[in-house]
């Protein structure tokens, strides 16, 4: 980075902006980073208007080139019987199982061993949280040595149907 680049970042960062606050989710930003999905004109501006949301971003930028996950998405695909028994996110790396337990649901998150982040969160063990479509906490807690962490599925609803009626999707994050 060049001398110029680098006081233009530091002059970006910086300023104050009165009433600034993260104006972008980490899925947005993460997803931008990877390539998967590019920020629209109104998200750019968001970002150029925001030095908190520019340093978050920034921050993300940085776990990203050092390969750290910071987080992962999946959506719910269609089911014939109306049930799931599992899902898994979008890049492979975790899975959610439910198993029933006594009249209710156990939701076991797991992460796939063989992947390469694997080895990095079996060790530093974050903790995580797994969220639906609509922001409500499905499970938190950081993996124990088998790679899993479970809990009680925390809603009335079984998941197929609370999933189908919570923006049909999921995501894994870690909690900063």
Do not use: Y
Not at 68 to 86: C, K, M, P
Request: charged share 20%; proline share 6%.
């Amino acid at each position: 980075m060049s001398p110029e680049d680098k006081l233009r970042e530091r002059v970006l960062l910086a300023r104050e902006v009165p009433g600034d606050r993260l104006l972008l989710a980490d899925a947005t930003l993460l997803a931008a980073l990877g390539g998967t999905r590019p920020l629209t004109q109104g998200e750019l501006a968001a970002l150029n208007g925001s030095p908190a949301t520019l340093r978050r971003f920034r921050h993300l930028a940085q776990a990203h080139r050092r390969g750290a996950w910071q987080s992962s998405t999946g959506l719910l695909r269609a089911a014939d019987s109306g049930a799931i028994e599992q899902l898994a996110t979008d890049d492979g790396l975790w899975t959610l199982h439910f198993v029933p337990a006594q009249g209710g649901w156990q939701v076991v998150l797991k992460v796939d061993a063989a992947a390469p982040a694997a080895a990095q969160l079996l060790r530093d063990r974050p903790l995580l949280r797994v969220t639906d479509g609509g922001g409500a906490i499905v499970l938190q807690g950081r993996l124990d040595a088998d790679g899993e962490c479970e809990h009680a599925w925390p809603f009335e609803q079984p998941p197929a149907r609370h999933f189908h009626e919570h923006g049909a999707s999921f995501a894994v994050t870690a909690v900063p």
